[in-house]
């Protein structure tokens, strides 16, 4: 699995969305991405990039582009 | 009365928008409110709906509709379509004001001018208005956007004492500037809204997320000097590392709406010592309007785990049966006495006419014991619901969906974070189905579902489900 792969999963199992839904427009507050699933999601992504996230990049991480930025800082190219 | 405050600044700031920054100060507050309430204001007393967020002009709108003398139930404009569909049917409103498109649910209403962001409806049919007890001030959901469409009838009695013993408890001066970041359609949101404005307060209004900059952005910017949460707002909190977090204004944090672990109570008593703010560990029921007790900021060491004493103007008892137990380290039935205590509850619309049955006495269903201090303990509950991010899901409802939609026998048990589904003799499929069910009626995360499968559900001597058979099993 890539990378992309990876995240995209992430995304998938937190929000309980399709892959195919999961792009650069995902963002906080639509689809079921509320305050409670972002906690899931970043619990997921933590889990699937053996990472710990800085609490400044949880709450910056608001949308699935921003999401890939911020794992560029943990050496997560893409 | 907070929907009339008097003795305050009407010079001093009552509302910000966070994120328009556009400010309204109580006089012009008390101008809105005036323009609205002579729009609503009849003869009869009225039902109305408000659809809303946290935004200024449904504050506005809730004002209003008190001032006005007709009921008010605030409902979050994010419920799900079809139990919006099923509280209309069931309580048909006379008044609608919504903050967002809701027209095409509405059958037989007309829209009517109204400048303002809100939507203004009201029903055509007007001659078959059951009747309002006319001490019948707000109504609320006792499950916020899920599920039932039970309603807490609330008096004006209820709404102000309630306000004012927790005005009390939190000092609250014209000086204070919270942040509303829970909806103002839930008992403990509406509380903190009442009890500052009738203090002369200046509310933040935000719809913002705390897990999201933006929010903490906001808070800073305005120099909020509190907030307020659930457990799961903690737990986000302690996610974000809030002891660290740089938030200068910040005097005052409350947390009621389920119980927080020891051990968060513990990380966030100690945040609060190096961080010189008040942290509020308290409790309460909507059908105590909100707040039933609280921990004094300077017990809170010493009192951990406690829900502490019962707000000014309220008693807590605890019983066995119709037995009061005196002594400490007993546990019983918390019973609440004081002015807060609903009317009673409503399940249809004629139930609207029905005065106080209650007297001022409120049979909580929770377990607990006081300790020789007099601080109050829960140990457990009596009625079996759970609280899943402080919003309350009834298990033999759940299991009563669970049965008549897919014909099998369930069972449904857990604890404040996790709703545990078992059905009987099913295709493994089906526990996918009903998961699904379950998290679309109660708007809940998938996580905190679970489900299992048996041959048999375990029954007692009687017939009963087994609970505690049911649980016991898991550990093995």
Not at chain 2, 50 to 70: M, P, W
Not at chain 2, 443 to 461: D, E, L, M, R, Y
Request: aromatic share 10%.
């Amino acid at each position: 699995m890539t990378n992309l792969d990876k995240l995209i999963k992430a995304f998938s199992d937190a929000l309980e969305l399709e892959p195919e839904l999961i792009n650069d427009e995902l963002s906080y507050g639509t689809e079921s991405w509320d305050s409670i699933a972002h906690l899931a999601l970043v619990a997921s992504i933590e889990m699937e990039f053996d990472i710990m996230l800085s609490s400044e990049d949880v709450i910056d991480m608001s949308s699935f582009k921003k999401a890939k930025e911020i794992l560029t800082k943990y050496d997560v190219g893409f | 009365m907070f929907w009339k405050p008097e003795n305050i600044d009407a010079n001093a700031i009552a509302l910000i928008d966070d994120s328009s920054g556009r400010q309204l100060t109580y006089r012009e507050l008390d101008n809105f409110c005036s323009l609205l309430t002579d729009r609503i204001t009849s003869d009869e007393k009225k039902l109305a709906f408000l659809f809303c967020d946290n935004s200024i002009d449904c504050i506005i709108a809730y004002l209003s509709i008190l001032r006005s003398g007709n009921t008010v139930l605030p409902v979050s404009s994010r419920m799900d379509d079809t139990l919006k569909v099923v509280l209309l049917k069931i309580y048909r409103p006379e008044i609608v004001l919504s903050i967002d498109e809701i027209s095409y649910l509405l059958e037989g209403y007309e829209q009517e001018e109204y400048d303002g962001k809100l939507m203004l409806f009201k029903r055509k049919q007007s001659d078959d208005n059951l009747p309002l007890h006319k001490d019948l001030a707000v109504l609320l959901s006792t499950s916020g956007t899920t599920g039932s469409p039970k309603l807490v009838r609330l008096s004006y009695k209820n709404i102000s004492s309630n306000a004012e013993s927790i005005a009390e408890y939190l000092a609250i001066t014209g000086t204070e500037k919270p942040i509303t970041n829970l909806p103002m359609s839930y008992s403990f949101g509406l509380s903190v809204i009442n009890s500052h404005l009738l203090k002369g307060a200046k509310i933040v209004c935000s719809n913002k997320s705390m897990v999201m900059r933006d929010f903490w952005n906001t808070f800073n910017l305005n120099g909020c000097t509190s907030f307020s949460g659930v457990p799961y707002n903690y737990q986000m909190l302690q996610r974000l590392k809030f002891d660290g977090m740089n938030l200068p204004t910040l005097k005052t944090m409350t947390q009621a709406g389920g119980r927080l672990s020891e051990e968060f109570i513990k990380y966030f008593y100690e945040a609060s010592l190096k961080k010189n703010i008040r942290f509020f560990v308290m409790y309460g029921q909507t059908e105590a309007t909100a707040r039933i007790s609280y921990v004094p900021v300077d017990k809170l060491g010493e009192k951990i785990g406690s829900i502490g004493v019962p707000i000014a103007g309220g008693a807590i008892r605890i019983f066995n049966g119709d037995c009061e137990i005196t002594s400490p380290h007993t546990a019983g039935e918390l019973v609440y006495y004081g002015s807060n205590v609903m009317m009673g509850y409503a399940e249809s619309r004629s139930d609207l006419s029905k005065g106080d049955e209650l007297s001022g006495v409120l049979c909580t269903g929770d377990l607990a014991y006081k300790d020789e201090d007099g601080y109050f303990y829960i140990t457990g509950r009596l009625k079996r619901f759970i609280k899943l991010f402080g919003l309350r899901v009834n298990l033999d409802e759940a299991e009563k969906l669970i049965e008549n939609e897919f014909g099998i026998a369930a069972a449904c048990y857990g604890s404040d974070d996790m709703l545990k589904i078992l059905i009987q003799s099913a295709p493994a499929v089906l526990s996918e189905t009903v998961k699904r069910k379950i998290i679309d009626t109660y708007k809940i995360h998938h996580s905190v579902v679970s489900v299992g499968c048996i041959n048999t559900i375990p029954v007692t001597q009687s017939g009963k489900k087994d609970y505690k058979l049911i649980q016991s099993m898991e550990l093995r």
